[in-house]
T-cell receptor, first 112, second 115 residues
Framework: QQQVKQSPQSLIVQKGGISIINCAYENTAFDYFPWYQQFPGKGPALLIAIRPDVSEKKEGRFTISFNKSAKQFSLHIMDSQPGDSATYFCAARAGSARQLTFGSGTQLTVLP | GAGVSQSPSNKVTEKGKDVELRCDPISGHTALYWYRQSLGQGLEFLIYFQGNSAPDKSGLPSDRFSAERTGGSVSTLTIQRTQQEDSAVYLC?????????????FGEGSRLTVL
């Protein structure tokens, strides 16, 4: 019930391409869905987040698409750059909860 | 510094030894979290502190794990009688508040290797 399932585990994209990472959840109490980006040797950092009252949120080249009925959300990285190469984690939190539940992570490699 | 500080950055220990990992959160942040990141795995919640409230220990994997937070600031995660499966990166995070959309600010982690 508390799991967030993330796919794919790894992704290789050419520079300029679109990177898409998907997450699914079961707990309908989740009401906050952030994405974190982690570079090697660093801690994760918040990239972008969405609440279920909107279906899409865009910040620069990064877009979250949210499908409440399907209980799925995804991260799209447009015009992917080598500097985007990192591990991406989706997460979710229920309003009453204190901690984030994280997906298993996607290692993105953008080839130059 | 302005960020979450963790020490040591790397710790190698022998099976059965006790280890202590330290976290110094961002000044003013009332919420503090410990997560564990194993190779190829996501972030596993361990424990959460909020102000002077009793900590949420629901994620601790066994009674060998404990944590405390002194004076509402620095936290120490203690692992007793370490096992090889405890090998992981232990991440600390802090935030202004625990609810709503509070952004978590993570440290760089303490990498624990149990031989």
């Amino acid at each position: 019930q508390q799991q967030v399932k993330q796919s794919p585990q790894s992704l290789i994209v050419q520079k300029g391409g679109i990177s898409i990472i998907n997450c699914a959840y079961e707990n309908t109490a989740f009401d906050y869905f952030p994405w974190y980006q982690q570079f090697p040797g660093k801690g994760p950092a918040l990239l972008i987040a969405i609440r279920p009252d909107v279906s899409e949120k865009k910040e620069g080249r990064f877009t979250i698409s949210f499908n409440k009925s399907a209980k799925q959300f995804s991260l799209h990285i447009m015009d992917s750059q080598p500097g985007d190469s990192a591990t991406y984690f989706c997460a979710a939190r229920a309003g009453s909860a204190r901690q984030l539940t994280f997906g298993s992570g996607t290692q993105l490699t953008v080839l130059p | 510094g302005a960020g979450v500080s963790q020490s040591p950055s790397n710790k190698v220990t022998e099976k059965g030894k006790d280890v202590e990992l330290r976290c110094d959160p961002i000044s003013g942040h009332t919420a503090l979290y410990w997560y564990r990141q194993s190779l190829g795995q996501g972030l596993e919640f361990l424990i959460y502190f909020q102000g002077n409230s009793a900590p949420d220990k629901s994620g601790l994997p066994s009674d060998r794990f404990s944590a405390e937070r002194t004076g509402g600031s620095v936290s120490t995660l203690t692992i007793q009688r370490t096992q090889q499966e405890d090998s992981a990166v232990y991440l600390c995070a802090s935030s202004w508040s625990s609810g709503g959309g509070g952004e978590l600010f993570f440290g760089e982690g303490s990498r624990l290797t149990v031989l």
